[in-house]
């Protein structure tokens, strides 16, 4: 919550790999109801490749590129 009590707009949760970004934006999806953007996913579906596979045949420069 803000000073005014009302709940944010946007909540963007940042970290290391395998930090436990996916799993709290799920927990806050369903608390909360906001509507959840897993920017993995959309990178995966852009790039149409996991992005292991970024990672493998691009790099790590490309992955940050399309973040």
Avoid at 25 to 42: A, F, H, I, N, S
Wanted: glycine letters at 12%; a negative charge; hydrophobic letters at 40%.
């Amino acid at each position: 919550m803000n000073e005014s009590g009302t709940p944010p707009k946007n909540i963007v949760l940042i970290g290391f790999m395998g930090s436990g970004k996916s799993t709290v934006g799920r927990e806050l999806q369903q608390r909360l109801g906001y509507p959840l953007v897993d920017m993995d996913q959309v990178i995966e579906q852009c790039a149409g490749k996991p992005i292991s596979v970024i990672f493998a045949q691009d790099g790590e420069a490309i992955f940050r590129e399309m973040a």
